[in-house]
C-alpha cells in the first residue's frame, strides 16, 4: 500500500499536477546554477597566548593542500592581519604575534582561504593581554633576613607565590663591577659574592602570569638596606 502512495505521488509530481515538486525543482536548479561549493577546512585546536602588550595565536596547520592564506580579526572585526600559508612536509604550526595590543581579554576570528578566495567557516579564539595595568598590582618578593660575612651577603626570602618565577638582583662586586644574579622563585636561602661593602644591593621580581604566558612580567627595582 506505501509503495503504490509513493509510486502515486512521483507519478503526480512528473507530470506537474503537484505544485511543490516544481517548487522543489526550482531550489534544486537554483543550488546547481550556483556552482559546486569549495570547502575550505577551518583553523582547529587554535591557542592564545598572552605576552605583555602582545599575544600570540596560533594552530596546527593541517593537510589540506587547498589552504594557502589566513585573516585574522578582532576589536570587533575593526583591526585585522592576512598572511600566506606555506606547507612542509613535517607537522606545521601557524604563528601570528600581534604587537602593542590592548591590555585586557582579547577575542580573535579566525578564517582560512584558498589562492581563489574561498572561505572556512570562522574559527574563535580569546585571550589575555597584560601591560601596566597587571604589573601595578604585583608586589616585589620579600625577605626576612640579610646577613654580611666578610664581602658575602645571604639573604633569606620569604616563601613566594607559584606566579614568582625569578628575582633579578643587580649589585656592585668587590673588583667594581656590575653584577647581575638571578634567583629562582622557588629559592628561599641566597648567596651575594663579593659585594662591595659601599654597593648599593636593587632586585626586582618576575611573574609569569600564566603557564603558557610569553613574557615574564617584572616589578620596578628597589633597594635592599643592608645595615
Known amino acids: 500500500m506505501k509503495i503504490r502512495i509513493a509510486y502515486k505521488i512521483l507519478f503526480l509530481c512528473s507530470i506537474g499536477l503537484i505544485p511543490a515538486c516544481k517548487k522543489m525543482d526550482d531550489v534544486h536548479r537554483q543550488f546547481l546554477d550556483m556552482g559546486e561549493t569549495i570547502y575550505v577546512s577551518k583553523a582547529d585546536s587554535v591557542l592564545a597566548r598572552g605576552g605583555n602588550q602582545r599575544i600570540e595565536i596560533s594552530w596546527p596547520l593541517i593537510s589540506d593542500p587547498k589552504i594557502s592564506s589566513y585573516k585574522i580579526f578582532w576589536n570587533n572585526g575593526r583591526d585585522s592581519i592576512e598572511g600566506p600559508i606555506y606547507k612542509t612536509s ?3 604550526t601557524v604563528r601570528v604575534l ?5 591590555e585586557g581579554i582579547q577575542y580573535f576570528d579566525i578564517y582560512m582561504f584558498d589562492k581563489n578566495g574561498h572561505s572556512s567557516i570562522k574559527s574563535s579564539v580569546h585571550g589575555v593581554v597584560y601591560g601596566p595595568i597587571y604589573q601595578s598590582s604585583l608586589l616585589s618578593r620579600t625577605y626576612t633576613s640579610i646577613k654580611r660575612t666578610g664581602n658575602d651577603v645571604e639573604i633569606q626570602w620569604v616563601p613566594a607565590s607559584d606566579d614568582l618565577v625569578s628575582v633579578w638582583v643587580k649589585y656592585t662586586d668587590t673588583n667594581n663591577q ?7 622563585g622557588k629559592e628561599n636561602l641566597s648567596l651575594l659574592q663579593n659585594v662591595l661593602a659601599e654597593g648599593e644591593i636593587t632586585y626586582r ?10 613574557d615574564t612580567i617584572y616589578t620596578s627595582f628597589v633597594p635592599i638596606n643592608l645595615k
Open 90 to 92: 613535517g607537522n606545521d
Open 205 to 214: 621580581s618576575g611573574f609569569l602570569p600564566d603557564s603558557t604566558a610569553l
Open 98 to 102: 600581534l604587537d602593542n595590543m590592548q
Open 178 to 184: 656590575l653584577v647581575d644574579h638571578i634567583i629562582a
